[in-house]
């Protein structure tokens, strides 16, 4: 007996090891891939992840919540400001070492793509860890055809963002649900509420679980609901920003469900169909291979494959009605034929294993060959969209010359999105409106109107409502805004004081 036991005991060693070796070898795949999408360019994918890195830079020198005095006009003003990526923040201020005013920003621009390597990287390795907990055959393999999904998945995968820490608590979520593990889902719920305000999407996984279960089961696991209710309710109140963070989501998402027409970014538009299929046509596939494999197979639909295809519905239907989304719906496309395709593979594993036990390598030599294109023409295609970032230092310059000239200036900008990457280089100084337009007009409706006509060149002599209305001291404006530079150029109390390639800085006089 004691020598079985320790037969035992060296083989569950074995299986440790082997699982960790695995481990590593992939999250080094994962690495490298993300690096050759990540490195197709040397700024950061989009305009948002500036603010973030920026933010993760003040909570590594201020803590955990910082002070944010710099969009006094928005309802993110200093009294209401609510910090919704925390803990994402506070992974990016591992790799945040240097303020962008000292040294042009490029050390923080290579901490964020190294962080916006390492998060999604750790997503993918969830999802090896979550097929490989339900006994998915080649659990290695179908981890790493998440690259070959979809391009735009991985764009948006590598911008430093909360997304990929998203997609992390999600397959994390899953893996729980599945493995009955409920209580922990307390934990998770209010994690997901400090890292990102998606934190709603944890129910809706619940929801879709505890469906499918009680279709397939006929019982009722109200715990698979309760629990992550349960922790997102304690991250809401048991938070730094309570009762800001309340106020705050109420505030956010009433203008993404409402009757607001003001347009708040490219990414709240859907895909074109055609588009869409261009881009995620591997995770189209992949619905419709995995609803093959279910007809196919003999046995009842079990319930993992059920509730990921409840997912699969669920996030296919915010992406037709967001390209934000495109986050979640390669990703569950892709683990729904997985777990769908689960029994075929292990059926067909074991009659080429009867036949000739060399013969069950077919299989998984199969689909690394099916793999190769989709996977070469991803990832070529994912580095292709980095290429096309805007430079990380397009306004380094006038927001330096900023700091520099103007401490502790308010700044009004002709275009809300500019300031991200005006926060990037400068903290030392407040700003008109950013990171969605809404939270200037949720703020102060009529003063976002007066914003809107100014900035459209719509407004004869500017200067003196920008001064008496806005405060603002400097006008910062990129040179798109003809018509407004128009304006200020025949404007007596706006006087031109830099210009570069990119950019105009006038000073209000007073």
Do not use: C
């Amino acid at each position: 007996m004691a020598e079985a036991d320790g037969n035992t005991a060296v083989s569950s060693t074995q299986i440790r090891v082997r699982t960790a070796v695995t481990a590593v070898i992939l999250f080094a795949i994962f690495i490298a891939g993300f690096a050759i999408v990540q490195y197709g360019t040397p700024s950061l994918a989009g305009n948002d992840g500036y603010y973030h890195m920026k933010m993760g830079y003040l909570i590594r020198n201020e803590g955990l919540k910082v002070d944010f005095p710099y969009l006094p006009t928005t309802i993110l003003n200093e009294d209401a400001f609510y910090d919704h990526h925390m803990l994402y923040h506070a992974f990016l201020a591992l790799f945040a070492t240097t303020d962008p005013a000292v040294d042009g920003g490029l050390a923080l621009t290579q901490g964020a793509k190294i962080a916006s390597i390492i998060m999604p990287s750790l997503a993918f390795l969830a999802v090896w860890w979550l097929l490989r907990g339900q006994k998915v055959p080649y659990a290695a393999i179908w981890a790493i055809a998440l690259f070959a999904s979809s391009e735009a998945f991985l764009y948006r995968m590598s911008m430093p963002r909360a997304q990929s820490a998203s997609l992390l608590l999600l397959v994390i979520g899953l893996h729980l649900l599945l493995t009955e593990r409920y209580k922990w889902l307390v934990v998770l719920g209010f994690l997901y509420v400090w890292f990102y305000n998606a934190f709603p999407l944890l129910v809706v996984m619940a929801v879709v679980y505890a469906t499918a279960v009680f279709l397939l089961q006929r019982r009722i696991v109200w715990q698979a609901v309760v629990y992550p209710l349960v922790g997102i309710g304690l991250g809401l109140l048991i938070n730094p920003y309570f009762p800001q963070n309340i106020e705050f989501i109420l505030g956010h998402l009433a203008p993404k469900v409402g009757e607001s027409t003001t347009k708040v970014g490219n990414e709240w538009n859907p895909y074109r169909t055609w588009t869409l299929v261009e881009n995620s046509g591997v995770a189209l596939l992949a619905v419709l291979v995995g609803a093959l494999a279910l007809g196919w197979r003999e046995d009842r639909i079990d319930k993992a494959s059920l509730t990921a295809l409840g997912l699969v519905v669920v996030f296919g239907y915010m992406l037709f009605q967001s390209r934000r989304f495109v986050e979640y719906f390669p990703p569950f496309a892709l683990l729904f034929l997985a777990f769908a395709s689960a029994p075929l593979l292990r059926d067909w594993r074991g009659k080429l294993a009867g036949i000739r036990p060399y013969l069950s390598y077919a299989l998984p030599i199969a689909m690394l060959l099916l793999l190769a294109y989709p996977l070469f023409v991803s990832v070529r295609d994912g580095r292709d969209l980095m290429s096309r970032s805007r430079p990380a230092d397009r306004y380094a310059q006038a927001a330096i010359w900023l700091h520099d000239n103007a401490p502790g200036a308010n700044i009004f900008q002709t275009d809300w999105d500019d300031f991200t990457r005006l926060f990037f280089y400068n903290t030392d100084a407040v700003y008109m409106a950013g990171l969605d337009p809404t939270f200037m007009e949720l703020y102060d409706a009529d003063l976002f109107e007066e914003w809107k006509q100014i900035t459209r060149g719509r407004v004869d002599d500017p200067g003196a409502i920008i001064r008496d209305r806005f405060g603002g001291d400097y006008v910062f404006s990129d040179l798109k805004h003809e018509a407004f530079m128009a304006d200020a150029a025949a404007d007596p109390l706006l006087t031109e004081v830099y210009r570069d390639e990119y950019a105009v800085i006038y000073a209000v006089e007073e």
